[in-house]
């Protein structure tokens, strides 16, 4: 058996790898612990994109993920933190940030909008996890800023990948979201409304934050794939219920000898 991917690698990075899995057509493809059940699947998956991107198990690192906007800045020591256990992932945070060449960063989604960054300049990157409230708390740009912090990253060299998630096609919203976003000083509002109902673009939403961010625009990529109504085979908590599994995106900078 083999994990279906959806692998993306910009050109100009070399030495990066990047993407997202797939549910796979069985529905076997769930990447976390937290949903899907069958745990030891969750495992086998995750050496299995260990095998199939070259690199040991050792290196596969992610976190428990809270529907927040907490970043943590990875280092060394937290190299493999939750790959066999969810007690041992990185505590209560959406995003994640490094400049370590040796650690393969993950975060689960299935709706949520999984955003990929990174600086060839710097080698640094991240990932982040957007649901609404991590995208209306500005989740993308923060990460941003703290890759300028720490590793000098400037926004006009980060690269973003904006995954495979819930679209405007599909995600309805209630009141509580539509305020939010209503309120926010977009440029392109992300909701729009038909048959009665007002529904959220969060890609779009995310894309035009991180613009204002100053990430030049052919320096983002949106996937045209929406979790709900596509035909690629993935996870949707909206279309399949809480049950559902998680697919992942994926993450690992290059040193100077693989990049």
């Known amino acids: 058996m083999s994990l279906p991917l959806v692998f993306w690698e910009q050109a100009g990075q070399e030495g990066v790898l990047d993407g997202f899995t797939g549910a796979g057509p069985d529905r076997s493809g769930n990447m976390a612990f937290h949903a899907g059940g069958f745990p030891d699947r969750a495992r086998a998956n995750r050496k299995m994109l260990c095998e199939t991107l070259g690199l040991p198990f050792e290196s596969y690192t992610c976190a428990e993920q809270v529907h927040g906007t907490d970043i943590l800045v990875v280092e060394k020591k937290d190299r493999g933190r939750g790959r066999m256990e969810p007690s041992d992932a990185l505590p209560r945070t959406d995003a994640l940030v490094t400049n370590e060449p040796d650690i393969l960063l993950n975060i689960f989604v299935a709706d ?76 392109l509002s992300p909701l729009s409304c038909r048959d009665g109902k007002v529904f959220l673009d969060l890609k779009a939403a ?34 399949d219920g809480k049950e559902t599994g998680r697919f992942s995106a994926f993450l690992r900078m290059p040193s100077e000898s693989n990049k």
């Open 206 to 239: 995310n894309r035009e934050m991180l613009l204002a961010e100053g990430l030049r625009e052919d320096h983002i990529a949106l996937s045209p794939l929406c979790t709900s109504c596509g035909d690629f085979p993935l996870f949707s908590y909206r279309k």
């Open 112 to 187: 949520c909008v999984p955003i990929i960054l990174y600086d060839g300049k710097t080698r640094s990157g991240g990932l982040c996890h957007g649901g609404w409230r991590g995208t209306i708390g500005e989740i993308g740009p923060k990460a941003v800023r703290l890759m300028g912090e720490r590793f000098g990253a400037e926004p006009g060299n980060i690269r973003a990948l904006i995954g495979p998630s819930i679209g405007g096609c599909c995600y309805d919203v209630g009141p509580e979201v539509e305020e939010a976003f209503r309120a926010y000083p977009f440029v």
